[in-house]
Structure formats: C-alpha cells, structure tokens
C-alpha cells in the first residue's frame, strides 16, 4: 500500500510499517523509487509534493531493501532510463565503480551497473538533524571562534574550541535566545 507520507526527513526513513520515502528536486517532473529483488526492478511512484520534495509512504519495506532511484523531467538532465543513487542513503550495496553505461553518452538501462542503496534501521537513520516542524525551528548561524571567544562565561582555555559549544554557558545562552539548532560557519 502506498500511502501520502511526509516530506521530511529525506531520504528513506524505516518505520514499523514500512518506508517514508522524500526526495528533494526542483526541477524534475516525476520521482520513482525502485525497489530491487535480485534482478527483478519494481518502480513505486511518489506521487504526492510538498514544495519541491516528492514524498510517500510505502507499506512492507524493511532494513536491508535494495533501492535506488529514478528522475523525470526535461532532457538532458533527467533520463528515467538512469538509475540514481539516493543521495541521503547511509549504505550502498557495494562500492561504486566507474562502468561505459554510467557515461552520459550510453543509451539505455543503467541499473545493473549502479550500486543500489539499502534501507537503513531507524536507529541509525535518524542521525542528523532532529525531527522538529520547521515552523518550530529556530536555526541560529554562529562562526565557533568568535561565538565563544567572545562569552564571558565560557572558561578561558576552552574558548575558541567545538568543546566551548558545549559547555553549559554556550547552551543555556542559546536556549535563552529560544535556538533549537545551530548551523556552524
């Protein structure tokens, strides 16, 4: 069953049911997951857009899929008959190899070629960034040597340092502020 889904976090996020799947593109016309088993290719539209992230739900995916994906769109750009690696992807089957058929000038399927990525255990793909609306984000841009040079609070031979970001001083002056997450120059 395919389902709305939700248009972040991107990439394909593992849940009890199955598998968010978004992916960002502002230009292409249509996004296709592909699932593989063994050398059979099932392509799964993700019909539904939030902004320029194509999003779905799809019911029965577990850890371990073997995935890629497919983009629609105006030539040269987009080939549907290219197989892409999912950017947000934690694990790839195996290495990526350069091979004739990955070359702009080579017609026809790619995928036996292209490593596939493989759905990740939601312990692991929830690193990153946290899953907070962006409605409720306040993201506060802050260069680490003058943000913490200039604390008052923050112990001399720490200032300057990643470790000064956290100390209790640095954080509760950023939670004061109402900053929930920070983007380091």
């Given at each position: ?8 976090p991107?990439?394909?996020?593992l849940?009890?049911?199955?598998a ?14 592909c ?7 099932r392509?799964i539209?993700?019909?539904h ?15 371990g ?7 629609h ?6 080939n ?12 790839l089957?195996r290495?990526p190899r ?11 399927d790619?995928?036996?070629q292209i490593?596939?990525?493989l759905?990740?255990?939601?312990e692991?793909?929830?690193l990153?960034?946290?899953l ?9 841009e802050?260069?680490v040597?003058?943000?913490t ?13 990643f ?10 002056h950023?939670t004061r502020?109402?900053?929930t997450?920070v983007?380091l120059?």
């Open positions: 069953m395919i389902a709305e889904g939700r248009p972040d991107l990439g394909v996020t849940d009890a049911d199955g968010n799947v978004a992916v960002l593109s502002a230009s292409a016309t249509a996004i296709e997951l699932v593989f088993d063994g050398d059979t290719e392509r539209p993700l019909v857009r939030t902004g320029d992230v194509f999003h779905a739900h799809i019911a029965g995916l577990r850890a899929t073997r995935y890629g994906l497919r983009a769109g105006p030539a040269p750009a987009f549907p008959d290219r197989l892409l690696i999912d950017p947000w992807a934690l694990t089957d290495t350069l091979h004739p058929t990955m070359l702009p000038e080579h017609d026809g790619n995928a036996p490593p596939k990525a759905a990740t255990a939601p692991i793909a929830t990153g960034l946290p907070r609306p962006w409605g409720e984000t306040v993201l506060y802050l260069h040597r003058g943000f040079m200039r604390h008052p609070d923050i112990p001399e031979p720490l200032r300057g340092t470790a000064a970001l956290a100390h209790p001083a640095a954080i509760a950023l502020l109402g900053v997450a983007e120059m």
